[in-house]
């Protein structure tokens, strides 16, 4: 018999995403490079997927504006991710769905990301749109911007 463990989705503290954050996004590079300069701000904050007590899924959300977009309130999208045995079972699309109510809570009216070409069909997928050419950041690799109406 399969006994199926709901997910959580709550708000938790920067340090207590940053190992997942560390394991998934910067493989192979100093722990510290896990730590985005606005994790502390009041005005962020921080999602994880919660199962069986073990954060499977992560993201982090900021106020700011971006010169690719004409928005009143937008915010930034960060740090998705998701353990690597726990991907593609739907954990991080809820994390998202929970995101967008919050943001929306919050008056955001767009939130945009810089995705890694890997995470495109992911975001498409949730109704992210590309605006621009791919450009690279050092040390990760190719992206995308990417931005979603809320």
């Known amino acids: 018999m399969d006994i199926e463990i709901a997910i959580e989705i709550k708000n938790v503290d920067a340090d207590?995403?940053?190992p997942l954050r560390h394991a998934?996004?910067?493989?192979?590079?100093?722990?510290?490079?896990?730590s985005y300069l606005r994790d502390n701000e009041v005005s962020t904050f921080h999602l994880a997927a919660i199962l069986d007590r073990k954060i499977v899924t992560c993201a982090t959300f900021y106020?700011?504006?971006s010169k690719n977009l004409n928005a009143i309130k937008s915010y930034r999208l960060r740090?998705?991710?998701?353990?690597?045995?726990?991907?593609r079972k739907g954990y991080a699309r809820e994390?998202?769905?929970?995101?967008?109510?919050e943001l929306k809570a919050k008056g955001a009216?767009?939130?945009w990301c810089n995705a890694r070409?890997?995470?495109?069909?992911f975001y498409k997928s949730?109704?992210?749109?590309?605006?621009?050419?791919?450009?690279?950041?050092?040390t990760i690799g190719p992206h995308y911007f990417m931005y979603k109406e809320i």
Do not use: H
């Open 24 to 34: 998934e996004l910067r493989k192979g590079q100093d722990f510290s490079s896990t």
């Open 63 to 65: 106020p700011e504006k």
């Open 117 to 121: 070409i890997i995470a495109l069909g």
């Open 95 to 101: 994390l998202i769905i929970a995101a967008f109510l």
């Open 79 to 87: 740090g998705l991710a998701t353990a690597s045995s726990f991907q």
């Open 109 to 111: 009216d767009f939130v």
């Open 126 to 138: 949730i109704g992210f749109k590309i605006k621009g050419d791919q450009f690279d950041i050092e």
């Open 16 to 18: 207590m995403i940053k």
